[in-house]
């Protein structure tokens, strides 16, 4: 009964493991997809605009 004892836990984790790929996989795209894709790319919109006006900024000094 040692072997059982040995493959459980290895068994149950890669149950567990493979049940949060299915999740994490039903999860992408849905409804909110668009609202996650539009508030990613408003992020990085502000994140190029700052990084163009420290850049511009320090040609300017």
Do not use: C, H, W
């Amino acid at each position: 009964m040692d072997y059982v004892s040995a493959l459980v836990p290895p068994v149950v984790m890669a149950v567990f493991f493979i049940g949060l790929i299915r999740v994490i996989v039903k999860t992408q795209g849905g409804a909110n997809k668009a609202k996650e894709d539009a508030a990613v790319d408003a992020a990085l919109a502000r994140a190029e605009r700052a990084r163009q006006a420290s850049a511009s900024g320090k040609t300017e000094a």
